[in-house]
């Protein structure tokens, strides 16, 4: 059974840092797509951050880029979205997604969800 749990949000000022972590547990490809997205009140989710774990350039979003950085351990099958700078429209649902590599910021690409976990950033 695939599992996808996350932590590390909470409420920030404007200029903080947060920096979410998600365990992957259950699936084991030898590589795979795996990413953040959010999900705002009111609005659809968006791709944030995504990356393959075989290797190759990230996937930002323009609102985060310079600010925000995905990484990898692929040995505790663990991916981590450091978010630097936070402003109040960062606010937001924060999910971590595995996959089946069919598309790095499609959210409709991808299989397995975590749970969620809410950042919110004040001015």
């Known amino acids: 059974q695939v599992q996808l749990v996350e932590s590390g949000g909470g409420s920030v000022q404007a200029g ?3 920096r979410l972590s998600c365990i992957v ?10 990413g953040w ?5 009111g609005k659809e989710r968006e791709g944030v951050a995504a990356i393959y774990t075989g290797g190759g350039s990230a ?3 323009d609102s985060v880029k310079g600010r925000f950085t995905i ?12 978010m630097n700078n936070l402003k109040p429209e960062d606010t937001a649902m ?5 996959s089946f590599c069919l598309g790095l910021k499609t959210v409709g690409a991808y299989d397995y969800w975590g749970q969620g976990t809410q950042v919110t950033v004040s001015s």
């Open 94 to 98: 924060y999910y971590c997604a595995a």
């Open 25 to 34: 547990y259950g699936y084991t490809p030898s590589s795979y797509c795996t």
């Open 59 to 61: 996937y930002y979003h």
């Open 16 to 18: 903080g840092s947060l």
């Open 37 to 41: 997205f959010r999900q705002a009140a």
């Open 71 to 82: 990484s990898l351990d692929n040995a505790k099958n663990t991916v981590y979205l450091q």
